[in-house]
């Protein structure tokens, strides 16, 4: 039971698709988000700008999962606490290091998902 309502197990399948899906939407939308703080000096920084759009983008992607985790269903949870350690593990390293020590994935995510408005 779901908020009185039955889920069969295609349904959860579906609700779990569209969660996924919209979760990468917010992705791409938040990266976007950040190009143009970069873009319009909201944020400034020494790093070039691949670097630096990554930095931003997992900054408030820390944010994005921790709010989902807090707000999200049972159902429709994509997000684990693992996802947010590990994100937040990369973003303090990364800043006691001065560089970025993951992937830049910032231009393949947007090259990728380029038809998502």
């Known amino acids: 039971m779901y908020k009185g309502v039955y889920f069969d197990e295609e349904d959860e399948e579906s609700l779990e698709s569209v969660a996924e899906e919209m979760f990468q939407k917010q992705r791409i939308k938040l990266i976007r988000d950040c190009q143009a703080m970069l873009a319009y000096g909201s944020a400034k920084t020494d790093l070039p700008q691949l670097e630096a759009l990554q930095f931003l983008v997992e900054f408030h992607y820390i944010r994005h999962l921790r709010n989902n985790i807090n707000h999200a269903a049972d159902k429709t949870l994509v997000i684990t606490s693992d996802m ?25 995510e947007l090259q990728k998902n380029r038809n998502i408005i």
């Not at 390293?93 to 560089?99: D, F, K, P, V």
């Open 84 to 108: 947010v350690k590990e994100a937040v593990s990369t973003l303090v390293s990364s800043l006691q290091a001065g560089q970025w020590l993951g992937n830049v994935t910032v231009e393949e």
